[in-house]
């Protein structure tokens, strides 16, 4: 059984149904959630004159802030005090494991979604690339259509 387990999400498509499979996971296990937001890494913000209305640091603080209150409102379909929730920037596959590795997880869960066109065909999709590269478990469920 899972005892520590990071959740990908997007905060686009809320992934209820992958919560719900991982909420009863950690309610019969008493595992340790961590939901996860991998978001681009910001740029400064300047207007049509070329001033500055925002810096990167200043930006990335804002996007940060936004995204956890979103992935706050995914906890509450978690038991409660077992979830805890977190963003990093950059590379969305290199983020999530590194962060699974940082977490000490020992199952990664994410939606699989079906990426097509040119980008998959280059790249792979994020999911693809999580479930070549990653040490350790990882359980894809695709969102009811």
Do not use: N
């Amino acid at each position: 059984m899972a005892k520590r387990i990071v959740v990908a999400v997007d905060r686009i498509t809320p992934p209820y149904a992958l919560l719900d499979l991982v909420g009863d996971a950690a309610r019969g296990g008493g595992a340790t959630i961590r939901l996860l937001h991998v978001a681009p890494v910001p740029d400064g913000v300047v207007d049509d004159d070329g001033r500055v209305l925002a810096y990167a640091d200043q930006e990335l603080e804002r996007v940060q802030a936004e995204t956890l209150d979103a992935l706050r409102a995914f906890e509450v379909h978690l038991p409660e005090g077992a979830a805890d929730s977190t963003v990093r920037f950059g590379d969305p596959a290199t983020e999530i494991l590194r962060e699974a590795e940082e977490f000490g997880a020992d199952l990664i869960a994410m939606p699989a979604t079906c990426e097509t066109g040119v980008r998959r065909l280059l790249f792979g999709g994020v999911t693809e690339q999580v479930a070549r590269r990653a040490p350790i478990a990882v359980l894809l469920l695709r969102p009811a259509v």
